[in-house]
């Protein structure tokens, strides 16, 4: 029996590339020089998509194959993924939730970390041989005896919240609504949460609700001596007002994994010394990379046997 087609629109690491072929004959998107005949080839016939966070699906792929029937997506976030057109077209789409809460968190921390003790600034410190002629690099702050602000108590944020428990911080978390049976204070506002915290950390997802929720009245509440952390996506924070903050030291320091125009990063942020970039590792080690991709693999293959899907978003 001939294995079903799926649309491959993004590479996938080789263990999960041969996981899929197992049961579906792959079609590459991604390397199609003709990408609209592809869809129109396939239309008749292709009820799978394998996707990643970043490429997603548009509406006019979705409407280009009628017989879809899933969307599984590599990544927590699936904002790239045209949701509505999903729903109107009765496809359902799928991520990959969970097997990256600990490797993010970790990441946060990682950065939290390095902004507050400068870790990346006593790193070339040393490097420049500058220790043994200047002596000593210098005091820096702590994340000890701090409070800090969590916008998006989802999963990873939960996680995120512990860790900084962990280091005795103390926390709070924004969000439409109060959690119950969270034992973190709720703040219903922002800016206020901003004005009451030395850390923001930003962990909830790109959406038109979101979209520059980090604005520059936050970043001006969270002052001089805050310090944000931007672990979600870039479209959370006004990328513009954020630089201008940090060149006039109105806002204390930045700690940033993902940016407003990916993998463009401005000039300005990257020359800032109050700043810690990172090219949106956040869940890159091997194995959370592999546990991902193959959550992928199985809400495909849950899909083709009947079985519920594992991670269902629509």
């Not at 590479?11 to 199609?32: C, I, N, Q, S």
Request: one cysteine or more.
């Amino acid at each position: 029996m001939a294995k079903p087609d799926l649309l491959q629109i993004c590479p996938f690491a080789e263990p999960v590339e041969k996981a899929l072929a197992e049961d579906f004959t792959l079609h590459r998107y991604f390397e199609a020089e003709d990408k609209p005949a592809l869809l129109e080839k396939l239309a008749p016939t292709t009820r799978f998509v394998a996707t990643g966070g970043h490429h997603g699906a548009t509406r006019e792929m979705i409407a280009a194959l009628p017989k879809l029937e899933i969307i599984s997506s590599f990544g927590v976030g699936y904002d790239a993924v045209d949701v509505a057109a999903a729903k109107e077209h009765g496809v359902s789409v799928t991520n990959t939730p969970d097997v990256l809460n600990d490797c993010v968190a970790e990441t946060t921390l990682a950065l939290m970390l390095a902004l507050c003790h400068r870790v990346p600034q006593a790193d070339a410190y040393v490097r420049a041989g500058r220790w043994e002629s200047e002596g000593t690099f210098g005091l820096t702050d702590e994340l000890t005896g701090t409070r800090v602000g969590i916008l998006g108590l989802g999963r990873i944020g939960k996680t995120i919240a512990k860790l900084c428990q962990a280091f005795n911080m103390e926390v709070v978390y924004h969000g439409r609504s109060r959690q119950e049976h969270q034992p973190y204070p709720h703040h219903p506002d922002l800016e206020a949460m901003a004005r009451d915290v030395d850390w923001l950390v930003a962990i909830a997802p790109g959406t038109e609700e979101t979209k520059g929720i980090v604005s520059r009245k936050v970043m001006e509440a969270l002052g001089p001596k805050g310090k944000l952390v931007n672990m979600g996506r870039g479209s959370l924070v006004d990328e513009a007002a954020l630089i201008e903050l940090l060149e006039t030291d109105a806002l204390g320091g930045a700690a940033l994994d993902v940016f407003a125009n990916e993998p463009h990063v401005p000039e300005r942020l990257r020359k800032l010394q109050n700043v810690v970039l990172l090219p949106h590792q956040g869940s890159a080690t091997h194995k959370t990379r592999a546990a991902m991709g193959m959550m992928v693999v199985k809400n495909l293959k849950a899909h083709l046997r009947g079985e519920p899907l594992l991670s269902p978003v629509v």
